[in-house]
RNA sequence: GCCGACGUAGCUCAGCUGGUAGAGCAACGCACUCGUAAUGCGUAGGUCAGGGGUUCGAGUCCCCUCGUCGGCUCCA
């Protein structure tokens, strides 16, 4: 048989003969490579090891090192439970099963609803079909043929139908189980070293919410146990960072039923780390040329009808009606927004091309009826402050103003210490305003995250119908992303409100409004913050700064005095007086994850010192009240 | 809003197939006055989320509402 020639991925060439497949190519090259072979990828495609190749491609065999590895396994692990499942409930009929982050899940129509009890009995079927090796089995059909082997299974039926006339169709079978699938698939369902079931949602077929509900099965797969244990860890990581537990044991907030779902409210300590964080934003606005405006917390409907929420929002927002005496009856509503305020200062008088930029921010706390399944602690709130702001500019300044925002953002991410990725949204299909304002406003957005060297992702079509955007997301110390800033051209608004300036030529004209969060809603960095940190705020922030704890009552005069001689200073300090042994006041510190105890005896009280107990490095000795100040302003001033 | 699970003391949880509610921690009181992560003893604390129903009897079974959790959808 003549050979053909494959290309491996550091650029040379292997004759192999003609018919091998992937796998073949493997076993030519080394039997630990066969082995260790789970799917190829040929010239950039993803193909299975049983892959015959044709000559000339560049092959690179993928194996549990590759990036792309864990997909393919998880992918096949979802084929797995999917035939556990059929085994188990043969009536089932499937929706799909991708591999995802961390996973993979499974959508499936069943006539009853899967227990718990169902999961275990599923991960058993699943061991067994694992433990037996079975091989994923592909094959190509034409359409005709695909329709037909799919025929009882609605849900295949309606994604073949939308392929392309021409498309190769490929179908996968291990077991019992065929799917309609592009593959690749490991070799075998031996290849899956650990998986687990991890929960049972409910899930809209095709993600839409007029068709079916299906159940949805997750589960994760990993190549090893070790590997799934860690990963289990990390979720174990994650709960113990959850800031709804946190919230509490550090007395920072709390939800009430009878106050309603989705209104946090601050407690002492809570209320101090979300001050602190406004006021050194303020400050640090002040300085960027921002001015800070305070606006209403409802109004008259007229405004809302004005601004379009009346009609294209009206269902997240809380309306009321007030009777103003004389049978006149007014509607209200509480801002979701704080956009029409905003507009009100800057329409309150003529501007001129000589006053834009104008910039004006508010801590504004907005309300939003969000639906009833989707709050989460404070992370998605009913209540919450946005830091917001509107830059009211010309076009020529949209650029500039946007690299200030990138700038800012930066500035406060680094402060926190989370590392960022930004993504720019374009014109959606349905959507208003001139091509040539929409030109104008993405290429002043991205041509800002050039300037500043930032990379970015483009979701084409996914902005907002009244402009684009930059979307900021922020990576925490345990590698989860959230959305906090956002960067918007607006040109809605600056039409529905009819606001111009004064042009140089003394023509009137639109100005660009520029709308901006940079730590999104407060409640929601707080949150984040609160799991970034795992509540241990740094100094700066941290509600309380140092516990002075007493070893016996004599020595309360003497806390008294450090206490004030600390708050003199403007240092956040407790003193624990209760009667409780010194340890039990040290673990109550270090359960609050305040960064300084200070001990107080005999020993301190007599020379004038405390003994320093940092919470992460431990006793650190006695030193003088006032090199204990001196320390705590070094450490502040590194923020 | 939709699917599923859940809701017992301030917190974490126990309470089997229906027979009149229990622990640890926290709180309060007393004793101990203590040297770097939890002193001992005692006391008090619950309309078992709320409402309705089935039953001789409901924390336990059924229905509704509210809330929480995990997803879906939404995130002008």
Redesign the pocket.
């Known amino acids: 048989m003549p050979d053909i020639s494959v290309i491996l991925p550091d650029g040379s060439k292997r004759d192999i003969p003609s018919g091998s497949t992937v796998e073949d190519l493997a076993r030519s090259i080394g039997s630990r490579l066969a082995q260790a072979a789970l799917a190829a990828k040929v010239d950039g495609r993803l193909v299975d090891v049983g892959h015959t190749l044709s000559g000339g491609e560049t092959v690179e065999i993928i194996t549990d090192k590759s990036p792309e590895a864990l997909e393919i396994l998880r992918h096949s692990a979802a084929h797995v439970m999917a035939e556990a499942i059929k085994e188990l409930f043969p009536e089932a009929r499937f929706g799909i099963g991708p591999a995802?982050e961390d996973g993979f899940?499974y959508d499936v129509e069943l006539s009853a609803?899967?227990?718990?009890d169902d999961i275990g009995r599923i991960e058993e079927r699943m061991a067994h079909i694992v433990s037996q090796a079975q091989p994923f089995d592909r094959a190509e059909v034409t359409m005709p043929e695909a329709l037909e082997v799919f025929e009882e299974e609605p849900y295949k039926l309606e994604l073949i139908n939308e392929l392309p006339a021409d498309e190769t169709i490929s179908v996968y079978r291990q077991g019992v189980f065929t799917d309609l699938c592009r593959g690749p698939h490991i070799p075998h369902t031996g290849r899956i070293g650990a998986f687990k079931l991890?929960?049972?949602?409910?899930?809209?077929?095709?993600?839409?919410?007029d068709r079916p509900?299906l159940?949805?099965v997750?589960g994760t797969a990993w190549f090893t146990q070790k590997d799934l244990d860690e990963h289990l860890t990390r979720i174990q990581e994650a709960e113990r960072r959850?800031h709804?537990?946190l919230g509490?044991?550090l007395d920072l907030f709390s939800?009430?039923?009878?106050a309603?779902?989705?209104?946090p409210i601050y407690h002492p300590k809570g209320a101090r780390v979300l001050r602190m964080i406004q006021e050194w934003m303020r400050a640090e606005l002040y300085r960027r040329g921002y001015d800070e405006v305070i606006t209403p917390h409802i109004y008259k409907a007229d405004v809302w009808k004005t601004?379009?929420?009346w009609?294209?929002?009206r269902?997240?927002m809380y309306f009321f009606q007030v009777d103003e005496g004389e049978g006149r009856i007014n509607d209200y509503g509480i801002k979701?927004?704080n956009c029409p305020g905003h507009i009100m200062v800057y329409k309150n008088d003529l501007r001129s091309y000589r006053d834009l930029p104008m910039r004006l921010f508010e801590f504004g706390t907005v309300y939003?009826h969000?639906?009833?399944?989707?709050?989460?602690?404070l992370m998605?709130a009913r209540g919450f402050t946005q830091d917001d702001a509107h830059i009211f500019c010309t076009a020529d300044q949209v650029h500039d103003e946007v690299i200030a925002m990138l700038d800012l953002v930066d500035h406060v991410n680094s402060a926190f210490g989370f590392e960022y990725t930004a993504e720019v949204s374009t014109r959606p299909a349905k959507s208003?305003g001139s091509e040539d304002m929409w030109e104008v406003a993405t290429e002043g957005l991205i041509g800002a995250l050039k300037a500043r060297g930032l990379d970015y992702e483009i979701n084409e079509g996914d902005g907002?119908?009244?402009g684009p955007k930059i979307d900021i997301k922020l990576r925490d110390a345990i590698g989860r992303t959230w959305?906090t800033a956002?960067i918007?051209a607006?040109f809605?608004?600056p039409e529905?409100f009819d606001i111009t300036y004064r042009t140089a030529e003394n023509t009137e004209a639109r100005p660009f409004t520029l709308h901006r969060t940079i730590l999104g809603s407060m409640e929601r960095f707080l949150g984040i913050l609160i799991e970034h940190y795992a509540g241990a705020f740094p100094l700066w922030l941290a509600p309380t700064q140092v516990v002075i704890?007493?070893?016996?009552?004599?020595?309360l005069d003497y806390c008294a005095s450090v206490q004030q001689e600390l708050q003199a200073v403007g240092v956040r300090v407790e003193t624990y007086a209760?009667?409780?042994?010194?340890?039990?006041k040290?673990?109550?510190?270090?359960?609050q994850?305040v960064p300084y105890?200070l001990?107080?005896?005999?020993?301190?009280?007599e020379q004038g010192a405390v003994?320093?107990?940092d919470?992460?490095q431990?006793?650190?000795?006695?030193i003088p009240v006032g090199e204990f100040v001196a320390m705590l302003e070094t450490t502040q001033s590194g923020q």
């Open positions: 995802i899940y609803s899967l227990t718990p991890m929960k049972l949602a409910g899930a809209y077929w095709r993600g839409d919410s509900m159940q949805r997750y959850d709804r537990k509490r044991d939800l009430h039923e009878d309603g779902a989705g209104l601004s379009g929420h009609d294209n929002y269902e997240n979701p927004m939003r969000e639906l009833s399944g989707v709050m989460h602690g998605r208003m907002a119908f009244y959305q956002t918007q607006d809605n608004l529905r704890v007493p070893i016996a009552d004599r020595h209760e009667n409780e042994p010194m340890r039990v040290i673990a109550k510190a270090q359960q994850k105890m001990v107080v005896g005999d020993k301190e009280a003994s320093v107990r919470r992460t431990g006793d650190l000795g006695a």
